[in-house]
């Protein structure tokens, strides 16, 4: 790969992370840390980037709000297998939320056609699940954002407070081993927060991108989450360390 299309991809990464760090550019591309670091240097002098400690950002430090489109293309094998490890957990007569991520998306589209109740803020699931015949669907309500096609605001807490949700599914743009789940947009992060505390539990659907990384808005404390699944690509370390916190962790 020819440096400029590396040093783009570079940029692609940050605009979906926000921040990137040189020892993992380097396992990605399959090039030495000083070719990443010239990488860097070459971007940061055309003020297209931040340098930071390690590594990188984008110059607010921020990843940029992926569509439901976009966030679909990204990462499919790794969310194939969490959806269905998932998918074990879900059994006749119980009630379950599914925020609008896309890995969540992917467990909904597995679903069978079976007696039980889903809650969602999410078009997607909506659209996905209105053909069932024996699946109780309810819509949180709301104000519909097209980009990420959910239903924000409204009533929504109160929708879920009248329910006795057995398990919620949910997803993050980032986890970080001190704080938590976070999230881009701020409303998600208020919805999740909210159905959280409603459920019994929760189960983070997260792939390995998103681990040791964090985003604008933070919706969780580890101790709430009942278990993460993730893929096998994720770093031993970071679930040790995970599992050292008390947190259940499952490979898919």
Known sequence: MLAPERQQQILTLLEERGTVRTIDLAEEFQVTDETIRRDLQVLAENQQLSRVHGGASSLNGRPKLQSFTERRL????????????????????????????????????????????????????????????????????????????????GDSYNMLRRHNISCAF???????????????????????????????????????????????YFFANLHDISEIITDGDANP????????????????
């Open 74 to 153: 990204l990462e499919v094998a790794k969310k194939d297998a969490i959806a269905k490890a998932a998918l074990e957990r879900i059994q006749p007569g119980q009630t379950y939320a599914f925020d609008s991520s896309t890995t969540s998306f992917q467990l909904v589209t597995m679903l069978p056609d079976l007696p039980y109740r889903v809650l969602t803020n999410a078009y997607a699931v909506i659209d996905q699940l209105v053909g069932m015949e024996q699946i109780d669907l309810i819509s949180t309500g709301g104000n519909y954002h097209s980009k990420t096609q959910t239903f924000i605001s």
């Open 170 to 216: 949910v997803s993050c743009i980032g986890l970080d081993i001190n704080r938590g789940p976070s999230e881009g947009f701020e409303q998600q992060a208020v919805f999740k927060e909210s159905l959280i505390t409603m459920a019994q539990q929760t189960v983070l659907l997260v792939d390995s991108t998103k681990l040791n990384k964090s985003s604008e």
């Open 237 to 252: 370390q970071f679930i040790q360390a995970l599992r050292t916190q008390g947190c259940t962790v499952t490979i898919a």
